[in-house]
């Protein structure tokens, strides 16, 4: 199993005391269609043996599986953004149900998921600590009011017009934004 092809279909979440957390020894991955399930977990039980994983296959409308896990699932401090009929029956309640326990669920459609990235966001925060919400234009528009107004709990949602990462890189706003949970260093 290739090492980098994992890494890129997973969110790891870390947990750390002195900082909010997405989650605790949780991880929630797109199933690689190159491995057998069992390969991929027991691959992944080596690399963080005090991790739970939730792993799922997807399939798009077209049928063919979902080429990253963060298309269909975004998480943030309190919230997921899931598109849960992506994700195969035999897992689709368990992951969803894995989400709730932790998290604020919001479920999106296959066309919000494909056509408007809706899963594709990211929850950032600036140095005073304020949250905010990064997507794309695209994704903002797919969004119902509804869940509009769930996400502006999480943080303000700031949106931008990103045409050609969606048209021709097949990502958006999460694709070109990157987490850092490192701790500051005081030198």
């Known amino acids: 199993i290739q090492h980098n092809q994992h890494i890129l279909d997973l ?8 900082r909010h957390t997405r989650c605790s020894g949780v991880s929630w991955a797109r199933r690689c269609v190159q491995e057998t399930g069992e ?24 049928g063919k599986p979902f080429y990253h896990t963060n298309v269909v699932l975004s998480i943030g401090d309190n919230f997921a953004v899931v598109c849960t009929e992506s994700i195969d ?17 919001i479920e999106v459609s296959l066309e919000q998921a494909e056509q408007g990235f809706c899963a594709n966001i990211l929850q950032v925060s600036n140095q005073k600590g304020d949250k905010f919400i990064a997507m794309s234009d695209s994704a903002y528009k797919k969004f119902t009011e509804q869940q509009l ?25 999460r694709c070109m934004l990157c987490e850092v949970f490192l701790q500051r260093n005081s030198a």
């Open 149 to 173: 107004s769930i996400l502006s709990k999480h943080g303000k949602i700031i949106h931008a017009s990103l045409p050609t990462i969606e048209e021709i890189g097949g990502g958006s706003a």
């Open 11 to 18: 969110f790891f979440f870390f947990s750390s005391r002195r």
């Open 39 to 62: 390969a991929q977990l027991n691959y992944l039980q080596d690399l963080l043996p005090n991790y739970k994983f939730h792993l799922f296959q997807t399939k798009s409308s077209g």
């Open 89 to 105: 029956s035999e897992n689709r309640e368990s992951v969803l149900e894995s989400l709730k326990q932790t998290h604020e669920v």
